[in-house]
């Protein structure tokens, strides 16, 4: 993983302001066990709503679901743009009618958030459900593959 930190630190020197960069770092220094770095960086994500999700994924991954869940309903309140990260959130909270919900939705609101399923480490909890195979044939997509992003 210190490659992706490499490769984060990189993109953000060429692109300072992209896009959620800022808070995939911080993700990923939170799966090294560097948790306070890992926070620091979600916090400075200029996003609010990538800074609310990722702070959100952060949340779950350290075990305070209560601060997941409050992160959460603020993107919630952002709208039905964030269905996707809103489903993500729910399934990395083990609410799994809520998560296949939301992807429901995200996928009527055609989100591009829907064609990165079968790699998305936070719905690894619904892929032994039974309504997992459907939906990803329904997507068109195959499954199941993992690897670790959000």
Known sequence: MNGAIDASALTLELVPGMTAQRATLGIILIRLGKKDEGLAEIAKEQSLGY????GGVAQYLIGEPDQGDALLAQLMELGEAWAYQVATLHAMAGRNDEAFRWLERAYDLR???????????????LRSDPRWPAFVAKVGLRGPVLDSRP
């Open 51 to 54: 800074r609310l999700y990722y």
């Open 111 to 125: 989100d591009a958030g829907i064609a990165s399923i079968t790699v998305t480490s936070s719905l690894e909890g």
